[in-house]
C-alpha cells in the first residue's frame, strides 16, 4: 500500500514553455503533498507544502508564480514549472501524507526529471 | 531550523564488509526519523523509519538506531554487498504545526566486489 506515482517520469521542452507534472496517491488520501527538486549531486529542497482545497505554503526563495501548485482532490496534486528556463531543470519529487495508521510518514513518487533546453 | 549532517559524504568499501554511516540533526524535537536509499537518477526507496519513542529499527541486514537526545542517528549495514552501492539518505520529521521532512545531503556509498 501507500503508493504515489508521477507523471510524467522525464520531459524536455524548450526554453519558455509551461511543463505540468503530475502526482498522485494511488491507495490512499493524501490532504497533504509535498514538492522537492533535488540538483545534481545535492539532497532534496523542499518546494511547497500543498493542502488539498487551500493554497499552497512556500519555502523561503521559491517563486510561487514559477512553480503553480494546485491539489484539487485528495488524491491528485499538480505542479506546473510556467515560462521554464534552463536553471529550472532538475529532479522534482513530491510526496504524499497518510493520515492513516502512518500519519507521520511521507510517501514519494518516483520522481520527474526536467531538462529545459 | 531543522538541519540535519551526515558524515562521511563519501564511502567506499569491499564487499563483505560491514559498515555503519551516521545522521546528526540539531533539533531534538523530532517525530521520527527515516533513513532512505536513492539509486543514481531514481527516486526514493524507503528503508527505515524510527519513531521518536523508538531506538532502533532492524530490516534485514539493516539496522537503524536513533539517540534523540544527542541528536544522532546511525544506519548499520551488515555484510554489504555490490548492490548495496547507493546514495543513502537521512531525514527527520519536525516543525510541531509546520510538519516538515529534513534531508541530509546523504552518503555516497560503493561497495567493491
Known amino acids: 500500500g501507500a503508493v504515489v506515482s508521477q507523471h510524467p517520469s522525464w520531459v524536455i521542452c524548450k526554453s519558455g514553455t509551461s511543463v505540468k507534472i503530475e502526482c498522485r496517491s494511488l491507495d490512499f488520501q493524501a490532504t497533504t503533498m509535498f514538492w522537492y527538486r533535488q540538483f545534481p549531486k545535492q539532497s532534496l529542497m523542499l518546494m511547497a507544502t500543498?493542502?488539498?482545497?487551500?493554497?499552497?505554503?512556500?519555502e523561503q526563495g521559491v517563486e510561487k508564480d514559477k512553480f503553480l501548485i494546485n491539489h484539487a482532490s485528495l488524491t491528485l496534486s499538480t505542479l506546473t514549472v510556467t515560462s521554464a528556463h534552463p536553471e529550472d531543470s532538475s529532479f522534482y519529487i513530491c510526496?504524499?501524507?497518510?493520515?492513516?495508521?502512518?500519519?507521520?510518514?511521507?510517501?514519494f513518487g518516483p520522481g520527474t526529471r526536467l531538462t529545459v533546453l | 531550523k531543522q538541519e540535519v549532517t551526515q558524515i562521511p559524504a563519501a564511502l567506499s568499501v569491499p564487499e563483505g564488509e560491514n559498515l555503519v554511516l551516521n545522521c546528526s540533526f540539531t533539533?531534538?524535537?523530532?517525530?521520527?526519523l527515516q533513513w532512505f536509499r536513492q539509486d543514481p537518477g531514481k527516486g526514493l526507496t524507503s528503508l527505515l523509519l524510527i519513531q521518536s519513542s523508538q531506538r532502533e529499527q532492524t530490516s534485514g541486514r539493516l539496522n537503524a538506531s536513533l539517540d534523540k537526545s544527542s541528536g544522532r542517528s546511525t544506519l548499520y549495514i551488515a555484510a554489504s554487498q555490490p548492490g548495496d552501492s547507493a546514495t543513502y539518505l537521512c531525514a527527520c520529521y519536525s516543525g510541531g504545526s509546520n510538519y516538515k521532512l529534513t534531508f541530509g545531503k546523504g552518503t555516497l556509498l560503493t561497495v567493491n566486489p
Open positions: 533539533d531534538s524535537a523530532i517525530y521520527n
Open positions: 500543498s493542502n488539498e482545497g487551500s493554497k499552497a505554503t512556500y
Open positions: 510526496s504524499a501524507r497518510d493520515w492513516g495508521p502512518s500519519y507521520n510518514e511521507q510517501f
